[in-house]
């Protein structure tokens, strides 16, 4: 059974980068059949996909975030990872990882419990 | 703006069968999965593909697509069916970005 959990701090102050970590257990993100993804929900919101990485490290952002989202992969840890820089309060919000078949077909089938991150002084 | 476009709200009486719909051009070259998500909890797929649920997903949801547009049935709704559905597919662009709707909230009389 694949398990996804999210780690990082939960409070961040503005114009700082958020840094989230997504560990992986139950299966290896080299295997080469997913995209390993970050999605977040603002309180009270719709979801929005932040972006997501190939194990080889190729990464594809949302258009909106592009600009300020790095996502990186670390394979011997089997952990992926986020940062998002110059943050403001509007991107104080619920980060959730989850995996997605490369097949753009098969939906995100696994997702972490997700992580508040705040943002405030 | 999300370029899936999702009804707010729908509500459906205890054991009857309710639709949930879902526009946007990406759909006419992508299927839409379905997420159900309940409050404080994490989405969890209910629908991939032309028609397929994962493992422990109930028969009575079941989905469908024509056109720019994908539906989400649930066929004798339950109490526990209420939730927030989202509904997500590749993007129109071709270049392997995702994109959700805005969630509808299903609530169940």
């Known amino acids: 059974q694949v398990q996804l959990q999210e780690s990082g701090p939960g409070l961040v102050k503005p114009s700082q980068t958020l840094s989230l970590t997504c560990t992986v257990s139950?299966?290896?993100?080299?295997?080469?059949?997913?995209?390993w993804s970050w999605i977040r929900q603002p309180p009270g919101k719709g979801l929005e996909w932040i972006g997501y990485?190939?194990?080889?490290?190729?990464?594809y952002y949302n258009p909106s975030l592009k600009s300020r989202v790095t996502i990186s992969v670390d394979t011997s840890k089997n952990q992926f990872s986020l940062k998002l820089s110059s943050v403001t309060a509007a991107d104080t919000a619920v980060y959730y990882c989850a995996r997605d078949y490369e097949d753009g077909e098969s939906g995100f089938d696994y997702w972490g419990q997700g992580t508040l991150v705040t943002v405030s002084s | 703006s999300s370029e899936l476009t999702q009804d707010p709200a729908v509500s459906v009486a205890l054991g009857q069968t309710v639709r949930i719909t879902c526009q946007g051009d990406s759909l006419r070259s992508y299927y839409a999965s379905w997420y159900q998500q309940k409050p404080g909890q994490a989405p969890v797929l209910v629908i991939y593909g032309k028609n397929n649920r994962p493992s422990g997903i109930p028969d009575r949801f079941s989905g469908s697509s024509s056109g720019n547009t994908a539906s989400l049935t649930i066929t004798g709704a339950q109490a526990e069916d209420e939730a927030d559905y989202y509904c997500n597919s590749r993007d129109s662009s071709g270049n392997h970005l995702a994109v959700f709707g805005g969630g509808t909230k299903l609530t169940v009389l």
């Open positions: 990485i190939y194990y080889s490290g190729s990464t």
């Open positions: 139950g299966g290896s993100i080299s295997s080469g059949d997913y995209y």
